[in-house]
Structures are given as C-alpha cells and as structure tokens.
C-alpha cells in the first residue's frame, strides 16, 4: 500500500482505471463459470437419473425372477459410458443382486441404502441412489457411481478462455487509460508545481493558472484564495491561541465540575431507583401478609376453638396444637413480611438503646452457636431514642443470628457496641436508606462478626426480600430489619469483605424527650369472659365472619354478619337499636372501611367501632385520628384477644 501511494497521479490513475476493469471483468466471468458449472451438475445428475431409470426398467424381470445372470449382464451395458465408474443393484430382500466396475480395482459399495432417489456430489465423484418400482411396489435399488472428468475438462478449458480475455481486456484499458488520464492529472500536477514554488520561495504572490470549471478549477480557485489568506490569518491565528490558552484552562475546569456532577446525578437516579425497588417489593410483602393474616385469623381462632372443647388427653389435642403452633409461626412469618413494608405493629417508647440490649444478654446467648463468644461494648449516657422496644428487640436478635450463622461452624466473636454519632448528609448519603434523612445527632447499634464476609454483589441484595445464601433461610430476616429501620427514620450502614467478617451499623435519630421505663410485654387473659348483645361483623372473607360469629356467640352475642361495607351499612340501618358494638374490616370491595365507618357515624354517631386488619394499628388508626373509633385488633387474633378488646369497648 506504501507503494502505491508513493506513485504519481498519473501511474494512479493508470493502475485503479486497469484494476477496477480488471475487477468487473472477473465477477462476470466468475459469474458465467459458476452459472455453468451449477447448470453442467443438474445436466450430469439428470442424465445420471435417465440412466438408472433405464438400467432399472431393464433389471424388473431378473430381481422378479431372481436371475442374477440377467441383472450382471444388464450392468455390462455400462461399459459403453467411460464416466461410470461403479454400479450395483441392490434387492430389497437381501442387498447386493448384481455389481459392476470400471476399473480392475473392485471399490466397495456402500452398505446402507436410502429411501427414495438420492444424487450427492462427493470430492471426486457424484453418486446416485434410484428406486426400481414394478407395479407401485418397491423391489429393488439401483446405485451407480459417475466420475467429473467431464466437469472438471469443461472448468479448465474455461479458465484459459478466461485468462487470454483478461489479458486483451488489460491492454484495452492500458491503452485507453494512458490517454484519458492527462485530462486530471495535467491539473493537478501543475497545482503540485506552483505549492511547491510557494513553499521554496515563500512568495505568496504566484498564482496557478485556472483551466476548467470542475472540482479542479474550484481546486485552483481555493488555492490561490488560500494564498492571499495567510498573511491576514497569521496575526490572527497568534490572537486566536492566546483565546484558546485561556478558554481551554475554563473549560478543563467547567468539564471536572460537570463530570463531578454528573457522578452526584449517577449516584442519586441509582439510590432512588434502589428505594423505588424496595418501595414496590415493601407494597408487594404487606400485600402479601395482609391476605396471610386473613387467613391465619382463622386457622388461629378456629384452632384455638377446638383446644378449648377438646379435653387434653384427647389423642386429637396434639395435632391440633400442631396446628396452632404451625399458624403462630406463620403469624410471625407474615409480622416480619409487614416490618419490611414498614406497616409492621409497633408501639413508640422513649427508650435507651444500651438498657433495652442489656436485658437481651441471656436470650441472645441462646440465640446463637456454642462456637460464637458475644462481646458487649456499650456506651455509657446515650440520648434517648424513640422506638417500638419489641421491634428493636426483632432488629437485634436477627442481626446477631445473622451473624451467628456466618460463623458457621467456626469459633468466632459477635460484638454488639452502641454509641452516638453526629451524622452529615454525606454520611447518610452512603448508607442503605437516603431518604433525605436529616443531619444531626443518631443513636446507633453495630452487629461486628469475624465470619466469612460478602462480596459486593451479594451485598447490594442482602436486604432484598426472600434473598438468602443459606440453604433453609426464608430471607426476610434483614428486608424485616430494613423495613423496622425505614419505618422510624432511621438508617442502615454495611460494612463487608470475604474473609473478614461483615459489620451492620443501625442508626435511630436521638430524642430530646426523657427516657421512659421499659415495658413488659402485655398478658392474654385465657378466661373466656360473658356478654350480651348483638355485635355487627363486616368483613369480606367468609372464613373470618364464620370465625368471629363462632367466636361471639360462644360468648353469648348475637351476631349478624355482612360481606362488604355496602351490605353492613343497610344491616346496620335495620337492626341499630340491638348492635352494641361493630367488628369492621379495613380492605374490602364496594366499600372500604374507612368509607363505611363514615356512614355508620352519620347514621349513629355514638356507634362504637373496632377495627380489625392484617395492617399494624398505627398505620390504621392514624387514618383515623380523631374520628372516635372505639378500638383496634390485629389480625391473626385468638379468641381471647377479640373477646378482651370487645368488653373494653363496652365497658369504657
């Protein structure tokens, strides 16, 4: 390629002219031989077949009449055509009947025999397989095996043709190129003249003569335009990159500022499209628990019903209590799925984080392996924090059994240390949850184990709902703790690597407020307390009406049910006077809860009302505030809890 660029335009011209000829000149002929080469295969093949259909008319009676003798001496016949190198008749029956050679060397034939007529061109031969047919029945095979001497002549004598044609076509466009390239290249070397008289004697004043009106003369008219130009744009170019010194310094500074911007853009579409992921997978699980909640309400009532008929050396009693223990582990299934959503129970309390840890000592030592030694570093006078204790509790335990189970069966440290930390927004921007979160004062939990670690992939999912890399995990351990966390405001810090252990960091905003004790978990009255009266229960599924009429009427209410809100406001209307109290669902088709709790205070505004979902009471009643409901109950719930709120209500 070199050397060709280093020729003159005039040999340029001279060899493309000859060379683009010589290019068309080949695709024709290579066009023509391979159209005649394809078109001689279809002839031989044809002609093969004839032939077969020929031998195989002519062989019908020696096959039907087993005359081997008669079918060799058909082959025979093949002596008159040289480009059949071997053929054989094969009977259906028994395989080969009859054989013939060209050549002394006998070849073997193939062994298996299609179906049908075959013809394939192999590397030095075609072959062709043709069924012999006597009165629509197939009785026999003809094989026979064709040189391409014949193709093979007929590809030389074309390739000579076709070299003797390129040769007189190459000294055609020789001859016409030497005289049709001077009308370019006259031009072009005579501007090649005058540049490089400009550029020996600088001497701007030379013009080159101007010769046509084509790209050429527009050529030449540039060039001289060009020289008159320099002088100008000399002083103006050192202008111009004195301009550029100082804009280039701009710009390198306006590019480094853009490009921190854009990472700062980058950074934040990725942790919205992060939260919008775990808005919707959060809208998904409280979905999903709140329909488990409506049926493990009946599961635990009607179950807890039969305990209480059944005498407790029943052989039933056990199985059912199974049952009930199964549905309590489902409830506790489905409390974690809601603490994800954020729409878990919780309670708020003024609370210090290292006093509620404390007390979780021994029952976090149970909690974990007998190779795992806890370690407590708590920081003395912390501000307060204002939180619900049992979900905070939930957050340590399964941080610490998560970190428990990284150690695996290794002997290892799990290190719980509390402090305060003044937090800015670039710290929080690093966390797991930036939900422009406030700067200021944060109280904080850290969960340190020396277990295997995570990699970074496994780090962006470790949160995610139903994610584990235990072979019997659930995955809602850590998506509970990120919901409990979002759910007060605060945040989560992750810290891992493979080989040196992972480090949880919680933070909860401190409080202004006083500390309040710690309280104890409330007590479920087992007494199956009296009443009287007609209770109203409006609830969509049929399971949980059936469960609470059960429920109340073995209490000694009068119950009356309805399916939807719409059907509960014309029961309401009817029977006002005898309902003391309305056990009302929030979800429902035709009309929700809060929809038919509007209704029934228009009809009686004193009308006592408790709700019932699978949601947490905060997330319900605050859609309430202030409009008088009565109470509150959360599903699943047993027996003796429906019946403890409801003589609240009354007794109030």
Not at 95 to 122: C, E, I, L, M, N
Not at 247 to 255: H, I, M, S, V
Not at 341 to 364: C, D, T
Request: with cysteine.
């Amino acid at each position: 390629m070199s050397l060709f660029l280093d020729l003159t335009i005039r040999r340029k011209l001279t060899l493309i002219i000859m060379f683009t000829s010589g290019i068309a000149l080949l695709l024709v002929c290579g066009a023509f031989i391979t159209y005649d080469r394809i078109t001689f295969k279809h002839a031989m093949t044809q002609k093969l077949m004839i032939l077969a259909e020929v031998i195989g008319d002519n062989s019908t009676a020696a096959l039907t009449f087993d005359n081997r003798q008669d079918a060799q001496e058909t082959l025979a016949a093949l002596k008159a055509e040289p480009h059949i190198v071997l053929a054989c008749i094969y009977r259906k029956a028994d395989g080969v009947f009859a054989v013939y050679h060209r050549d002394s060397v006998h070849t073997a034939f193939p062994t298996s025999v299609p179906q049908g007529d075959v013809s394939a061109f192999k590397d030095s031969h075609l072959e062709l397989f043709h069924q012999i047919i006597l009165d629509g029945e197939h009785i026999g095979t003809i094989y026979l095996q064709s040189d391409l001497q014949e193709l093979h002549s007929r590809l030389n004598r074309y390739a000579g043709i076709v070299v003797i044609f390129m040769l007189g076509c190459s000294l055609v466009a020789y001859f016409v190129s030497s005289r049709l390239r001077q009308i370019i290249s006259g031009p072009i070397q005579h501007l090649a003249d005058v540049a490089k008289i400009v550029s020996g004697k600088k001497d701007y004043s030379i013009r080159a003569v101007k010769r046509s009106n084509d790209e050429l003369g527009f050529l030449v008219e540039q060039f001289n335009g060009m020289l008159t130009q320099i002088q100008e744009r000399d002083a103006a170019l050192q202008k111009t990159h004195d301009e550029l010194e100082t804009r280039a310094q701009e710009l390198q500074k306006e590019l480094t500022e853009r490009k921190r911007a854009e990472e700062e853009r980058e950074r934040l579409e990725s942790q919205i499209r992060h939260a919008q992921k775990l808005e919707s997978l959060g809208i998904l699980a409280g979905g999903i628990a709140h329909d488990f909640n409506n049926l493990l309400t009946s599961m635990l009532g009607n179950s807890s019903l039969a305990l209480r008929k059944l005498p407790p050396n029943s052989p039933e009693y056990e199985y059912i209590q199974q049952v009930e223990n199964a549905a309590q582990r489902a409830a506790n299934l489905t409390r974690q799925m809601l603490a994800y959503s954020g729409k878990g129970q919780y309670v708020v309390e003024v609370v210090n984080l290292s006093n509620l840890i404390g007390e979780m000592e021994h029952l976090l030592q149970s909690a974990v392996s007998k190779k795992a030694n806890l370690r407590y570093h708590f920081a003395q006078q912390l501000p307060p924090i204002e939180v619900d204790s049992s979900q905070v509790r939930q957050i340590v335990m399964n941080l610490v059994t998560n970190a428990s189970e990284a150690l695996g069966d290794q002997d290892g440290f799990i290190i719980l240390r509390t402090g305060v930390i003044k937090a800015d927004r670039e710290y929080l921007s690093d966390s797991v949850i930036d939900d422009e979160l406030p700067e200021g004062e944060y109280v904080y939990l850290e969960v340190a184990d020396t277990g295997s670690g995570m990699d970074l992939e496994t780090q962006k999912k470790v949160f995610d709902p139903f994610f584990s890399t235990k072979f019997p995990g659930r995955g809602l351990g850590l998506a509970a703790v990120l919901g409990i966390v979002r759910s007060h405001q605060g945040t989560i810090r992750l810290y891992s690597e493979l080989g040196h252990g992972s480090t949880f960091k919680v933070l909860f905003p401190a409080s202004s407020k006083p500390e309040q004790p710690l309280a104890a978990p409330p007590e479920i009255e087992k007494e199956v307390l009296p009443g009287q009266g007609t209770v109203l229960v409006v609830d969509d599924e049929e399971y949980v009406r059936l469960l609470a009429k059960t429920i109340l009427e073995g209490s000694g209410f009068t119950v009356r049910a309805a399916k939807d809100g719409r059907e509960g406001i014309e029961v309401y209307r009817q029977y006002a006077d005898d309902i003391v109290a309305v056990l009302l669902d929030m979800t429902m088709p035709v009309m929700n809860g809060e929809e038919t709790f509007k209704e029934l205070r228009r009809i009686q505004p004193n009308v006592r009302v408790i709700l019932s979902s699978g949601y947490s009471e905060q997330d319900t009643i605050r859609r309430f505030s202030d409009k008088g409901i009565a109470g509150f109950v959360q599903k699943p719930y047993q027996p003796d809890v429906l019946l403890k709120k409801l003589h609240e209500v009354l007794n109030a």
